[in-house]
């Protein structure tokens, strides 16, 4: 079974760009999250898909991050603009029930804003 | 609200015994997860506690407190590969989250 990827495992932009990050699940894993890790700080939870469609996504920062799930498939979140503080790693995990310990993550994207 | 708290960096010697604090205060709670993460690459999931008491699991066992607040993982026989970061995380009731704490980070020596 293939695990979670997630593409590029590094971005690096400037300040006011935009960046789109992507995330395929497992096959079959109608239940899609994004977690954020700033430097130093804790996982932090963004949002929550059930197939495709938007679960729970109070964990999201701003108006300026942006996903979608299209077809209940892959997975993407976009910054736009980007900001400094948006630097940190985006995780993407993924499951086929509720329970935590199911998650499945990936690698994650190292996002470097400069 | 959720506050997590646990150490964030401990070492250790080969061979030895080592135990990860987690001290929580929730608003209620649904269950608390170990996850592993090794240096770039994706936390993985270790144990889970919802009932008080021990749980053992291979050279890993985690203990469970409500009443406490309070979680430890402990690491028997420890190896090289131990090193890596561990992440307490706690599920508040009516959730299914895991909120993650700031993870420990474990430096196994010779």
């Known amino acids: 079974e293939a695990g979670v990827t997630q593409f590029p495992s590094h971005s690096v932009i400037e300040k006011g760009q935009t960046v789109t990050l992507r995330c395929d699940p497992i096959?079959?894993?109608?239940?899609l999250y994004w977690y954020r890790r700033v430097m130093g700080k804790e996982i932090k939870f963004l949002l929550h898909?059930?197939?495709?469609?938007?679960?729970?996504e109070s964990g999201m920062p701003n108006n300026r991050f942006l996903a979608e799930r299209t077809g209940g498939t892959y997975s993407t979140l976009k910054v736009q603009p980007a900001e400094l503080e948006d630097s940190g790693v985006y995780f993407c995990?993924?499951?086929?029930?509720?329970?935590?310990?199911?998650?499945?993550f990936g690698n994650g994207t190292r996002l470097t804003v400069t | 609200g959720q506050n997590i708290d646990q150490p964030t960096e401990m070492t250790a010697t080969e061979g030895a015994i080592v135990q990860i604090n987690c001290t929580y205060q929730?608003?209620?709670?649904?269950?608390l997860f170990w996850y592993q993460q090794h240096a770039g690459e994706a936390p993985t999931f270790l144990s889970y506690?919802?009932?008080?008491g021990l749980e053992e699991k291979g050279r890993f066992s985690s203990f469970l407190s409500r009443s406490k607040g309070y979680s430890y993982l402990l690491l028997k026989e420890l190896q090289m590969k131990d090193s890596a970061s561990y992440l307490c995380?706690?599920?508040?009731?009516?959730?299914?989250?895991?909120?993650f704490g700031r993870g420990t980070s474990l430096i196994v020596h010779p």
């Open positions: 995990a993924s499951s086929q029930d509720l329970w935590g310990g199911s998650l499945h």
């Open positions: 898909f059930v197939k495709e469609s938007k679960q729970d």
């Open positions: 506690n919802v009932l008080d």
């Open positions: 096959s079959g894993h109608d239940n």
């Open positions: 995380a706690v599920v508040a009731p009516g959730s299914y989250i895991p909120t």
């Open positions: 929730t608003s209620g709670f649904n269950g």
